[in-house]
């Protein structure tokens, strides 16, 4: 008898001690899973009041430089003199090199980005797919102040022998290395849009006698259709707010022409040349960084509303 007793209070303190213990790790993952919602959304309250911060920083500050120059005479004037005895602040020059520079790009990463979407969803083994992808979005990973030297010092050689026009600094080179950047963008946004369609409406179209080529441009990419067009106008935005490609190579003369071998400057540059420069905290020059800023954010912001647009207007879901 005393054996089993003493057998029965072991059972019993183990099982006390297993039940405290379970009581301790479900206070803790109450604790837990009270804690991580309220972690989580304080983050993203962070971020949303750090957005709202730049907005009203770039308001204000805008704000500033059009109680000193007009509003009319910003958006329609075809000179920027920020530095002459009587300073000019035209955003056109500005506007003009940006849209330049982003129509080349994508000259360049449209049709190279979609065909390489094409060939990876479509054509290519998954060996090879899984080998290639990989190689393609290494380009992504390329700093930008890297392809902006390489523009600089190879390609607008390059081009000079079949252009001798083509001045020393130019908004064409940039151009093109800026699509060659932009292509693992636009090649694998679009190539998971395709991927997404359904493998039943690939053999549907087989066994009506369908080619590949007519699957491909008939039922892949009209269903794929949403997800291409928003690459596209990622690729876009990503073009209009790229940096140092265009402050290196392009130079930082601020022409009002659509001659692309001529040197321009975009928008982004020109916040770096001031940024960079001797421009006195208060003075005209100094706010009208932040008026190309606001002018540069409404044009992304712009681009993105339109990527959501499409892509919810025309989105198929299987």
């Known amino acids: 008898m ?9 059972d019993t303190l183990d ?3 297993l039940i405290e213990e379970n009581k301790r790790s479900s206070s803790l993952v109450a604790w837990i899973e009270k804690t991580i919602p309220k972690a989580l959304f304080f983050i993203a309250f962070l971020s949303i009041l750090t957005t709202i911060g730049i907005v009203l920083v770039l308001i ?8 000193r120059v007009s509003i009319i005479e910003f958006f329609t004037g075809t000179v920027l003199r920020p530095l002459s005895q009587n300073p000019q602040f035209g955003v056109l020059p500005l506007i003009t090199g940006t849209i330049l520079s982003s129509i080349i790009a994508m000259l ?7 065909m390489t979407a094409i060939f990876l969803s479509e054509y290519a083994s998954d060996r090879v797919r899984g080998l290639l992808k990989p190689i393609l979005e290494l380009l992504a990973g390329i700093p930008t102040i890297v392809y902006g ?3 600089f010092t190879f390609v607008t050689p390059l081009l000079r022998q079949f252009i001798p026009a083509l001045g020393a600094t130019n908004i064409l080179s940039p151009g093109l290395v800026m699509g060659i950047m932009i292509i693992p963008m636009i090649a694998s946004l679009s190539e998971d849009a395709m991927a997404a369609v359904p493998k039943s409406m690939r053999e549907g179209a087989l066994a009506l006698g369908a080619t590949k080529l007519e699957i491909t441009f008939k039922v892949v990419i009209p269903a794929a259709f949403s997800g291409i067009v928003a690459s596209f106008v990622l690729g876009i935005s990503r073009a209009i707010g790229e940096t140092m490609i265009v402050t290196i190579a392009s130079g930082s003369s601020k022409n009002f022409t659509f001659d692309v071998t001529q040197s321009m ?7 770096v040349e ?3 420069g001797d421009a006195p905290a208060g003075s005209t020059i100094y706010y009208s960084l ?7 954010f409404v044009f992304t912001l712009l681009m993105n509303i339109l990527a959501r647009y499409i892509s919810r207007r025309f989105r198929e879901e299987y």
């Open 2 to 10: 005393n054996k089993h007793s003493n057998i029965n209070k072991t």
């Open 60 to 67: 204000t500050e805008t704000f500033s430089f059009f109680q």
């Open 149 to 151: 030297f390489f523009a």
């Open 290 to 296: 932040y008026a190309v800023a606001m002018t540069l």
């Open 274 to 276: 001031v940024a960079a």
């Open 15 to 17: 099982i006390n001690d």
């Open 265 to 271: 400057q975009t928008m982004t540059a020109y916040v």
């Open 108 to 114: 360049v990463a449209g049709p190279i980005g979609m």
